[in-house]
C-alpha cells in the first residue's frame, strides 16, 4: 500500500483499482481519473473492485465519487445502525474497498483493524451487515530443531521467527531451565505453533501450542491453554500445572548474553562459578537484571565487595541478591515493591569484580542456596476445565511427536 508521503501533493486520494478476481492492482491517481473523459469502467455488469486509503480530511462522499461510485447510496448505509459507526470514523491510512456494477455499490469492506473487518454487502433488501473477526488465515505447523552453537541459531533454521524462540524462553520453560548458562549442544526442542497469512502472504508466528525442549537429557513439555470461558489461561505441563514458578531461572536479559554465542560456553560449567555459591553471569555491561520473584526490596546501594548490590525480600526467607550493578533500575531503590521481570540494575563491575557479570545468589535463611523452582499457588488447571484441557492441549501435546527437523529448502521457501 502507499504511504501518504509517497503520493503527489494534488492528489487527495490514491485508488488501486482491480477487478475483483485479480490480486494484482494497480494504481492510478485521482487526478487522472478526474480528469479522464472516459470513466474507468468494465463496462457491462462486471464487478469492480476499488481499493482506496483514506488520506487526511478524506470524507466517504468523496471517495465514493472518487470511485466513481453512486453516493447516494451513502444515505441509505449511514441509516444501517450497526454500520453508522464504522463509516464515519475514517482514520487516514485505513483502507476501504468497494466493489460496484457500473456505480451501483455492490459491497464496501472497511478494515477496522487487524483482525476485524466491516463488510457492508447488497443482499435482497436494502445492505446486510457484517463483521468479520479474524480475518488472518492460521495454520498449525510443527518443527524440530537441535541445538549447535545457539538457541537462535536452531530456531531460526527450524524456521521459527524470533518472536516465537523469545516465547520458548520467556513464556515455557524460564522458569525450569537457565537459557543463560545452561543450554547444551544437543539439546533439542519441538514445536507446535500457529503460523498466520494474510491474502496468502506470511505475516508472523502466531501462538506456541505445545513446545518440548530436551536440556542436557531432561524434557520439559508446556501446551497453551485457554478454557472456552476464559477464565484460565497459560502455559501448562501436560499435567495441567502451571509453567510459571515463583523465581525465574536466570534473572537477567540472556539474549543479550547468546548474541555472538560461543560455543565454548556450551562446555559444561564453564562461565559459572561456583566457590562462593552463587551464580555469575557473564554478560555486556548494561545488560537489564530482572527481579528473579515478586517481592521488596530490602537493600539497594554498595555493600563492599558485591559493589552496587540489590537484596530482595521474597518473604518465607527467602532473598536473592544481585552483585556488580553497574547501576540501578527503576524498580531497584529501597523499600519498593517489584514484579517478578522487573529492572532493578544493569550489569555492571563494581566492587572486587574482574569483569562484567551478574553475581546471582538464591538465599534461604541466609543461607546461600541453589535456585528452587517453587510452583505458584493456584496457577493448576482447576479441575473442573481439565477434560477441556486434555481436549485442546492435549491434541496439541500429541502432535509434538509429530514435529521433524525442516530442510533448509523448506525455510528458503517461508
Ligand atoms: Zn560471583
Known amino acids: ?55 487526511r480530511n478524506d470524507t466517504l462522499d468523496r471517495i465514493f465519487r472518487a470511485a466513481g461510485v453512486d ?107 537457565d537459557f543463560a548458562l545452561d543450554i547444551r549442544r544437543g539439546d533439542e526442542f519441538s514445536v507446535i505453533y500457529q503460523r ?21 537429557g531432561r524434557t520439559y513439555r508446556a501446551a497453551w491453554f485457554e478454557s472456552a470461558d476464559g477464565a484460565v489461561r497459560g502455559y501448562f505441563t501436560p499435567e495441567g500445572r502451571g509453567m510459571r514458578k515463583a523465581f525465574l531461572r536466570a534473572p537477567l536479559d540472556f539474549t543479550r548474553i547468546s548474541s555472538g554465542f560461543n560455543p565454548r560456553r556450551l562446555h559444561p560449567l564453564s562461565g559459572r562459578v561456583r566457590a562462593h555459591q552463587g551464580t555469575d553471569y557473564a554478560a555486556p555491561t548494561g545488560t537489564p537484571i530482572w527481579a528473579a520473584g515478586d517481592g521488596r526490596v530490602q537493600f539497594a546501594g554498595r555493600k563492599g565487595g558485591y559493589g552496587n548490590t540489590v537484596i530482595i525480600d521474597h518473604g518465607r526467607g527467602v532473598t536473592t541478591l544481585y552483585a556488580h550493578m553497574s547501576r540501578f533500575g527503576r524498580a531497584g531503590r529501597n523499600g519498593r515493591a517489584v514484579q517478578q521481570g522487573e529492572v532493578i540494575g544493569y550489569v555492571g563491575s563494581t566492587g572486587a569484580s574482574t569483569g562484567p557479570h551478574l553475581h546471582y545468589e538464591y538465599r534461604v535463611d541466609g543461607k546461600p542456596k541453589n535456585p528452587a523452582t517453587v510452583p505458584l499457588p493456584n496457577t493448576e488447571v482447576p479441575a473442573r476445565y481439565m477434560a477441556e484441557f486434555r481436549d485442546t492441549a492435549g491434541a496439541a501435546i500429541a502432535q509434538l511427536r509429530l514435529a521433524r527437523p525442516v530442510s533448509p529448502e523448506q525455510v528458503a521457501s517461508r
Do not use: C
Open 1 to 55: 500500500m502507499l504511504t501518504a508521503a509517497a503520493l503527489p501533493v494534488l492528489a487527495a486520494v490514491t485508488l488501486a483499482l482491480r477487478p475483483a478476481s485479480q490480486d494484482l492492482p494497480t494504481s492510478i491517481d485521482l487526478t487522472a481519473l478526474a480528469a479522464s473523459a472516459e470513466p474507468v469502467s468494465a463496462g457491462g455488469d462486471e464487478p469492480r473492485s476499488v481499493e482506496v486509503t483514506v488520506q
Open 71 to 177: 453516493n447516494t447510496t451513502l444515505t441509505e448505509l449511514r441509516r444501517l445502525p450497526d454500520a453508522r459507526k464504522a463509516l464515519d470514523l475514517l482514520r487516514p491510512g485505513d483502507i476501504i474497498t468497494l466493489t460496484h456494477v457500473d456505480g451501483a455499490l455492490q459491497s464496501l469492506n472497511r478494515r477496522i483493524s487487524n483482525t476485524l473487518t466491516l463488510s457492508v454487502a447488497r443482499a435482497e433488501q436494502g445492505f446486510a451487515v457484517n463483521y468479520i473477526e479474524n480475518p488472518l488465515e492460521t495454520e498449525v505447523s510443527a518443527t524440530r530443531a537441535r541445538i549447535d552453537s545457539s538457541l537462535f541459531a536452531a530456531g531460526r533454521e527450524a524456521g521459527l521467527s524470533g518472536e516465537t524462540i523469545m516465547v520458548l524462553a520467556n513464556e515455557m520453560f524460564g522458569w525450569d531451565i
Open 196 to 216: 498466520k497469512f494474510q491474502d496468502g502472504r506470511y505475516v508472523g508466528d502466531g501462538r506456541v501450542l505445545a513446545a518440548e525442549f530436551v536440556n542436557q
